[in-house]
């Protein structure tokens, strides 16, 4: 079948590499793609956000199948769109509808769907610009450090972590009343902070069963010893060395039951991703946030791991029919090293020439923010290529990589050579 995959980034050049091993793949397109996935399918330079043009190539290019990698078609209801149009409703979308899609687009929703469901999170309450006052006096109930959170979408920068209760309360204002994150922060989620160690869980569901998928952990602080700013992960290892059985059941029964449950209960029409960031306190597991799609730079170490075919998982999620399909997953370990464009995550440059791809041996690569420009491999993103290896332990896989990411080269080359000391 031909497949339309959305997105341009590291995520969308690992799913594209992992359903190209597919016999049931005929054609795969990517919309926009970047530099890596046009080496192996057909890009189309569209935005994903634009669902005529999605509808457009749909039909021109006879697809069956839409897999959708970025949050924002997803939280716009892309979904929806295919289901409320004739000449589409016949075409599987893999991710959810608008409405689950929220338990990402808004924080305020999630935690709500997460106390309703009993499923362990931190206490919390959400402010906008009327109840800015009313915010400031919660903060004071709580202990430091602070948690704020835009509501809304801001691209994974919208958490703020503040020690001193003074710079909360006037970083609540800037977010409510100077609109810091724009829209996303029109409404923010004031969280108690816990205390302890982070890790991702993914799902795989079509509404009903699910699919435990291998465990991650990134790095999202752009210094090393997790300092300065946050990014859009900086580099991932997959299992994480801490998940033994115990927490891992634990994860299962108090919280990834329960949110395929909830699902169900609140009738939210759900067939894809589900990320479920966590953190561990004590030897308990807590819910931080969803996601509705994979994360990024997590997909990179994630889908090297899954040795089944990852498009006859996806046909068994459109056809409700997961609980009849096998998962088989990697037993070693798989790293990933993200290389950034230097000043980033604030501003920098583009249009880099990256020299050295070709040399790489024994580790994946994976392009985040490439381009094509005159026959050359350019910097077109913030976060630029993930370079991914397989070891028996995440130091075997992490010294690969990053003998890997010595090679290749650009003007401000960065990436962060202490992936894994927490571990």
């Known amino acids: 079948m031909n497949i339309l995959l959305l997105g341009s980034g590291g995520r969308e050049h690992a799913l594209a590499w992992k359903m190209l091993q597919s016999e049931k793949l005929s054609k795969l397109f990517v919309a926009p793609g970047n530099a890596g996935t046009g080496s192996i399918a057909q890009n189309v330079n569209i935005n994903p956000n634009d669902f005529q043009a999605v509808k457009e190539t749909v039909l021109s ?138 890790l991702s869980c993914f799902v795989l569901t079509d509404g009903k069963s699910y699919k435990l998928l291998p465990t991650a952990k990134d790095y999202k602080r752009i210094g090393e010893g997790d300092t300065g700013l946050n990014t859009g992960g900086m580099g991932a290892v997959s299992p994480v060395p801490f998940a033994d059985a115990e927490l891992m059941r634990k994860i299962e029964e108090r919280i990834v039951k329960p949110t395929i449950d909830g699902l169900q209960k609140d009738q939210l029409d759900y067939k894809g991703f589900v990320f479920i960031g966590l953190i561990r306190v004590g030897n308990d597991p807590f819910v931080i946030e969803y996601n509705v799609r994979l994360g990024d730079p997590e997909t990179e170490v994630v889908l090297p791991r899954i040795q089944s075919d990852l498009v006859a998982l996806f046909e068994a999620v459109a056809a409700e029919k997961l609980d009849q399909a096998t998962l088989e997953i990697d037993h070693r370990t798989a790293t990933t090293v993200m290389m950034v464009s230097g000043g980033y995550p604030e501003d920098y440059e583009k249009g880099k020439t990256i020299t050295g791809i070709d040399t790489i041996e024994d580790s994946l690569v994976f392009h985040a923010g490439t381009a094509l420009k005159n026959e050359e491999i350019v910097t077109n993103g913030g976060r630029v290529i993930a370079v991914t290896s397989y070891g028996n332990d995440f130091k075997e896989a992490l010294e690969t990589s990053y003998k890997n990411v010595a090679k290749i080269d650009y003007d401000g080359k960065y990436y962060r050579k202490d992936l894994g000391f927490d571990l």
């Open 61 to 198: 290019f006879e697809i069956q199948m839409v897999v959708v990698g970025p949050e924002d078609p997803l939280v716009k209801g892309i979904y929806d769109f295919f289901k409320n149009d004739p000449e589409l409703q016949h075409i599987p979308v893999i991710g959810p509808s608008k409405r689950g899609a929220q338990l990402e687009g808004s924080k305020e929703f999630a935690k709500e769907f997460l106390v309703k469901h009993n499923i362990p999170t931190a206490r919390y309450e959400s402010f906008t610009k009327d109840t800015v006052e009313a915010g400031k006096e919660f903060l004071k109930t709580l202990t430091p450090p602070y948690v704020l959170k835009a509501d809304g979408l801001a691209a994974g920068k919208g958490v703020l972590i503040l020690n001193e209760l003074n710079e909360a309360q006037q970083e609540l204002e800037n977010m409510l009343v100077d609109a810091k994150f724009g829209d996303a922060s029109s409404k923010v989620v004031i969280e108690e902070f816990l205390d302890g160690i982070e």
